[in-house]
T-cell receptor, first 110, second 118 residues
């Protein structure tokens, strides 16, 4: 089983739509979870951390389900500027590193 | 401005040549990382360093070498032993390594170097 798995998509959605991405992880000892955004040919940038109680930042909501070992990202009222690849990242305390999903591609269509 | 810089933006390597990618940070972070990204794949860890004069192999260290003589700097050398070096190389740093982090502490990336083989 891969350490972190994401549906690669692509997700093509109209402007204003709501879209959700899921990510599963295999290490139950992981403590920190993040969503990054990566634009084409650019470096990943932190979108938001994911906390146990769930957290919201404007149109973005992240949730963690420790029992099922997955995290999710919900984007409401999609904008054209949301088009990017979204990476799920999980820390790996035992190996002292982070693991990245392959990313989920989102295209918001006018 | 605090941040991570990488140079060059593009690098061309000839067969049998060693090349070195630069990574500098002024965030006063202890931990630094080198990743490789290939099209359609996630980031894979090459090497990481928890502190000055210490570094550890990641999942794909073969054909690469690093040094950490200064806190701010973590250069990566792609040696001639790396047979498929064409990729996007990303350097990152974090306040502390994952094993010593508090919840929510994450890593920040430089702009990357694209390495192409001639």
């Amino acid at each position: 089983r891969k350490e972190v798995e994401q549906d690669p998509g692509p997700f093509n959605v109209p402007e204003g739509a709501t879209v959700a991405f899921n990510c599963t992880y295999s290490n139950s000892a992981s403590q920190s979870f993040f969503w990054y955004r990566q634009d084409c040919r650019k470096e990943p940038k932190l979108l938001m951390s994911v906390y146990s109680s769930g957290n919201e930042d404007g149109r973005f909501t992240a949730q963690l389900n420790r029992a099922s070992q997955y995290i999710s990202l919900l984007i409401r009222d999609s904008k054209l500027s949301d088009s990017a690849t979204y990476l799920c990242v999980v820390n790996w305390p035992t190996g002292n590193q982070f693991y990245f999903g392959t990313g989920t591609s989102l295209t918001v269509i006018p | 401005d605090g941040g991570i810089t990488q140079s060059p933006k593009y690098l061309f390597r000839k067969e049998g040549q060693n090349v070195t990618l630069s990574c500098e940070q002024n965030l006063n972070h202890d931990a630094m990382y080198w990743y490789r990204q290939d099209p359609g794949q996630g980031l894979r860890l090459i090497y990481y360093s928890q502190i000055v004069n210490d570094f550890q192999k990641g999942d794909i260290a073969e054909g690469y070498s690093v040094s950490r003589e200064k806190k701010e700097s973590f250069p990566l050398t792609v040696t001639s032993a790396q047979k498929n070096p064409t990729a996007f190389y990303l350097c990152a740093s974090s306040i502390a390594p994952p094993a010593r982090q508090g919840a929510g502490e994450t890593q920040y990336f430089g702009p990357g170097t694209r390495l192409l083989v001639l």
